[in-house]
């Protein structure tokens, strides 16, 4: 029989052992700490990604995937505790995005903090999700998402319909 892993052990795992996002789509680095209901995670703005306007800086709207990975880190790190591994998921959107700046600066250290406030039976959620450069609050929003119970039907569903 396998150990329950601490929390100590589940925080020291690579970002990639936590979500399924893999190379220019992942967009957090690592979790500082988790609950049973927030977790803490750093993203470094890179000024040679992708997304990176002409200053370097990444644009404020991508905010938004940075809270939604986040979050994934969050439900899958709470399977791993329970001895198992998260459904996939997917981002139902958000009310208001609010970026309280236009763009986050290259090079810049974020801090995403995310705070469950739903969890239902049938796989929907909600987190009030916030990013900080230093202790400066540069994003806010309630994101909504859905685990789906069986992944491949819902995303068969959707593109059937």
């Not at 644009?59 to 198992?84: F, K, S, Y």
């Amino acid at each position: 029989m396998t150990p329950t892993p601490t929390i100590q052990d589940l925080l020291q795992q690579p970002i990639e052992a936590i979500i399924p996002h893999r190379g220019t789509m992942l967009l957090i680095d690592g979790v500082n700490a988790f609950s049973d209901e927030t977790l803490s995670a750093r993203a470094t703005v890179r000024a040679d990604a992708w997304y990176a306007d002409a200053d370097g800086a990444m644009p404020a709207w991508i905010g938004i995937e940075l809270m939604a990975q986040a979050i994934a880190a969050h439900v899958a790190l709470l399977a791993m505790r329970g001895g198992g591994q998260a459904r996939p998921g997917v981002l139902l959107g958000s009310r208001s995005y609010k970026a309280l700046q236009p763009t986050f600066a290259g090079g810049a250290q974020l801090l995403i903090q995310v705070t469950e406030l739903l969890r239902s039976e049938e796989g929907h959620g909600a987190y009030e999700c916030t990013i900080h450069h230093g202790d400066v609050c540069c994003a806010e929003a309630v994101i909504k998402v859905y685990q789906p119970p069986n992944f491949q039907s819902f995303i068969e569903g959707s593109f059937s319909s």
